[in-house]
């Protein structure tokens, strides 16, 4: 356990804070990387921080401005105004971007998961400099309203860390990862923290919000990565293949075998040779 804190604490030590406007707030934006170089922005997903690319940022920093924030609601970002929707924290985020990368800079959004679903709404806005958007596991047909992914536990607030452990490990596994040993510490420690200061109703939001839409007319290049065990795909991940090539025919989109929804975490190593190669096809 004292491995897994001193690795967070080691990424989070190397991270340049930065906070912008937030509601009656600020968001917390964390960034990694030479300042000068081409940006790049990770957008975590429901119930998460930008601990969710705690396994990629380092690598993604060796020839990247990687800039991960905590989306409004979450993390160490306070709260959106009330009654939030995709437009309206794609509109926060893109101010922040505003503020963090220069006009002449060109951005690579990535967006896991939720994320993903704010990503498209984001690149509309960022049209003067955005160069590619890449999808890592956004249900972007809406998400699925049957099977594991809908049968999670809850869990008391007032259960001990103890107590609630093996339920949080439990919804981990049928949600996030297609290999139960993926589940170690360190998913475990960061997801118990990212559970207590979540206050964004993510769900309700992808619930009523159809992330293709958003991906459509936008002229700068689409990827997309997928573990072919997402639980989260509605009707599945055929469809969203058949989706994603029928927005931009020519997109990329790479499966990992025997992944589950949390790709970049599961299969990390596989991710972080595929997402430099992919992006340095965007010229």
Sequence with gaps: MHATHDIL?????????????????EMI??????????????????????????????ALAANRK????????CGDSNDPPS???AESLAAILSAGIDRLVRDDCALDLVGFSFGGLLAGPIAHRQVRRIRSVTIVGTPILGLTTAGPAN????????????????????????LMVCNPDAVDDLAMTLHMAN???NRLRSRSIARRTIAAESLRDLSCHLGFIYGDGDVTLDPDLDAVRAAALEIQPDAPFHVFPNTGHWAQYEAADAFNALLPKLLATYG
């Design 66 to 73: 990687v800039i991960a924030p905590d989306l409004p609601g």
């Design 9 to 25: 604490d080691n990424i989070r030590g190397q991270a340049r804070t930065h906070r912008t406007p937030c509601g009656d707030g």
């Design 29 to 58: 934006w964390r960034a990694w990387g030479d300042p000068g170089a081409p940006a790049i922005v990770l957008l975590h997903g429901g119930f998460g921080a930008w601990n969710h690319w705690v396994r990629n940022i380092i």
């Design 195 to 197: 559970m207590t200061k």
């Design 151 to 174: 049968a999670l536990l809850p869990v008391p607030p007032d259960l001990e860390p103890e107590d609630a452990a093996p339920i949080y490990r439990r919804n981990l596994e049928k």
């Design 83 to 85: 009654s939030p929707n």
